[in-house]
């Protein structure tokens, strides 16, 4: 008898545990990195080491956003750090006509971008994997075409927006920050917010309602293609100059990690905003609190590795591609 | 009920038109499994005529000898697709099977092969069986893979500093020497190639991955053991990357930090090019073989071209994915009608 109830009871203990690790793990992991950091990391309260951290973290920041809102759907966008890479090959093509006009193409290929593989998948009922993956190697490609090596550029407006602050907060912080606020905004309060939830939930119980799920797909895409550009304006600001080569390599992994961690199932039909700005910061204060301590940056990756996993096990994201 | 009404409307139009219905679905079948290998004769075929440098034996031995050690990495990620997964850590696990060979051959040709081969297939296996026994995701588990891979690799190769050269002898001759006129990593290629189609076409194993990825519940109802089936799958995957890394470190005599970069979406590509469905199931590796051939032909092209850059290869084989990917959802959506 005495047996049985203990047998029982670790079951359920580890259930309530990983449903408790699920909603506010990310929240406890990044208050740990910080007080740990607090404590053992000369300088990491100076202004200008915490402003270098949410600088740096603001781009990833931005790309999940839009990570949040297609995994949301059960969708996924491989596609984001190409389209950061474009976005910077057409800031640099383009500054010739003025900063602002620049940035526009750069959303307007993201944009255009998004609706590819937005069509790919909602209307011709490609695999989100396949048609993302399709567009990660060959936008890549594209913007190395037509910006074969790392350009620098003087543009006033552009330093402005990538270096300058705001009553001491960096603009693109600032950027983050805004977008974060309408994204939270968007996804619980609006009935389109609500409507990507339901596709995410049940596709066919959403297309038999009789929601425009079509349509709501393919403008998930774009607004992910529209941030991934806008983050990849942002950085190419901030760096004074575009490379498509390396710029955004990677970011996909950063954005899912965010997204997963923060307790968005991959399997779709619930977003959690805030979670993935948490899960964004966790990836960035650990790599910073890594390489502060004087380990490497392989360490850091083996770390992030880890937690992928531990966080995917903890949110039973099973069975899903 | 329906299902006899169904079946009788089949009959009836096929007795309507027999010829067409038939060969209208064998053309599909066709152009769904061949259909690269016929891109790949034309391209061929216009290389030929278009650049005098490119029918060229010594050309033509290039693309091969490039293509092997994609090819040695697609025959594992065939088998991943068809049982229904993707095994996102062969590019990492290709450049550390290259940096642990590289570093291994200090110690002899055996050490050299023994290092990469035991290393990648342990990540392979416990990827699969993270994949099989936890019920994963393997897009997230390879994902993490992909991650760790290669943090492992920077951290035994100083960040990526230190570059190991070759110094066995005989493990470089791996790398350069020819049997019957082929390079080692060719000969290789077209064995485990045979193997792979063996394997994958006439044992019950092969059967397995097949019914796995078509539909995994009734494949479990039959008794398919799945999860045995997934471990093999994603060690094989493992064990074939490492190779492959390990005999390009013996052609290029060192083992390069920086390769490997984005090679797993060339290995999907050219699975997918070759015929096989993305969804699991369906698909062969002959067609592989010709995907990645192709993928080699096209670099090749645009590099005869010379005022193309190799990034232009990336936007074609972009665009040739995505081709292939909606001709095979026009077709099977063809099939589902007809």
Redesign the interface.
């Known amino acids: 008898m005495a047996e049985a109830v203990a047998g029982t009871r670790p079951g359920t203990d580890r259930a309530r545990v990983l449903a408790w690790a699920r909603e506010y793990g990310v929240y406890v992991s990044v208050l740990a990195l910080l007080l740990f950091n607090v404590a053992f990391t000369p300088n990491f309260l100076d202004a200008a080491n915490f402003r270098t951290q949410l600088v740096q973290v603001a781009p990833i920041v931005i790309v999940s956003l839009g990570m949040a809102l297609m995994i949301g759907t059960e969708g996924?966008d491989l596609s984001v750090g190409s389209v950061m890479a474009l976005a910077a090959s057409m800031v640099v093509l383009y500054l010739g006509y003025g900063a602002w006009p620049a940035i526009l193409v750069a959303l307007a290929a993201g944009a255009l971008v998004g609706a590819a593989g937005g069509g790919?998948v909602a209307y011709?009922?490609?695999?989100p994997?396949?048609?993302t993956?399709?567009?990660?190697?060959?936008?890549?490609?594209?913007a190395?075409?037509l910006v074969?090596q790392l350009r620098d550029f003087r543009s006033p407006t552009l330093i402005t927006l990538g270096s300058d602050s705001v009553a001491g907060i960096p603009f693109v912080v600032l950027i983050a920050a805004v977008l974060t606020a309408v994204m939270t905004f968007v996804v619980r309060r609006t009935t389109f917010g609500r409507q990507i939830v339901a596709i995410g939930g049940n596709r066919v119980a959403s297309e038999l309602s009789g929601l425009p799920v079509k349509r709501l797909l393919l403008s998930v895409y774009v607004i992910s293609g529209v941030l991934a550009a806008g983050a990849g304006v942002l950085a190419t600001a901030r760096l004074q100059a575009g490379d498509p080569t390396s710029l955004g390599?990677?970011m996909e992994?950063s954005a899912?990690t965010a997204v997963?961690i923060g307790g968005t199932p991959?399997s779709g039909g619930r977003i959690r905003v805030v979670g993935t700005v948490m899960g964004a910061m966790l990836i960035q204060l650990l790599q910073a609190t890594l390489i502060q301590h004087d380990l490497?940056?392989?360490?850091?990756?083996?770390v992030?590795?880890?937690i992928?996993?531990a966080a995917?096990?903890a949110a039973g994201?099973?069975?899903?591609? | 009920m329906t299902r006899t009404s169904v079946l009788s409307d089949q009959d009836a139009g096929a007795a309507r038109s027999p010829d067409a219905a038939v060969r209208r679905e064998r053309a599909g079948r066709l152009l769904q499994q061949h259909g690269a290998l016929l891109v790949l004769l034309s391209l061929v075929a216009f290389g030929s005529v278009a650049f005098d440098s490119f029918a060229t034996a010594a050309n033509l031995r290039g693309i091969v000898i490039s293509s092997s050690f994609l090819a040695i990495i697609a025959i594992g990620m065939t088998f991943v697709i068809i049982s229904g997964g993707i095994d996102l850590s062969v590019g990492s696990l290709f450049v550390l099977g290259g940096v642990l060979a590289a570093s291994g051959s200090r110690h002899g040709a055996l050490a050299a092969l023994a290092l990469p081969l035991v290393t990648c297939g342990t990540i392979g296996l416990v990827q699969g069986l993270l994949i099989a026994r936890l019920r994963m995701a393997p897009f997230i588990v390879t994902l993490a893979g992909l991650l760790g891979v290669r943090g492992i690799m920077l951290a035994i190769s100083d960040e990526g500093a230190t570059t190991y050269l070759v110094e066995d002898r005989a493990f470089a001759a791996l790398g350069r020497s020819e049997v019957l006129g082929l390079t080692w990593p060719v000969l290789i290629t077209v064995v485990l190639a045979v193997i792979g189609v063996v394997l994958l076409q006439r044992t019950g194993f092969g059967q397995n991955v097949h019914a796995i990825g078509g539909n995994e519940e009734a494949a479990a109802l039959m008794g398919v053991p799945i999860a045995r089936t997934k471990v093999l799958v994603y060690l094989m995957s493992g064990l074939l990357a490492g190779l492959a890394g390990a005999l390009n470190a013996a052609w290029l005599s060192s083992g390069v930090t920086i390769l490997g970069i984005g090679l797993e979406l060339d290995v999907i590509a050219a699975v997918v090019i070759g015929g096989t469905l993305l969804t699991g199931g369906v698909g062969g590796l002959t067609g592989t073989m010709a995907g990645v051939l192709l993928l080699g032909v096209i670099q090749n092209l645009i590099n005869q071209a010379g005022n193309l850059t190799s990034a232009f290869q990336q936007v074609v084989s972009g665009l040739f994915l995505v081709l292939v990917v909606v001709a095979q959802r026009v077709f099977s959506k063809a099939q589902q009608l007809g």
Do not use: T
């Not at chain 1, 011709?124 to 695999?127: A, L």
């Not at chain 1, 994201?317 to 591609?321: D, K, Q, V, Y």
């Open positions: 996924i790919l011709v009922g490609v695999q994997i396949v048609a993956l399709a567009l990660l190697v060959g936008i890549r490609g594209l190395n075409v074969p390599l990677f992994l899912i997963v991959l490497p940056r392989s360490w850091a990756q083996i992030q590795a880890v992928i996993l995917v096990y994201n099973r069975g899903a591609r």
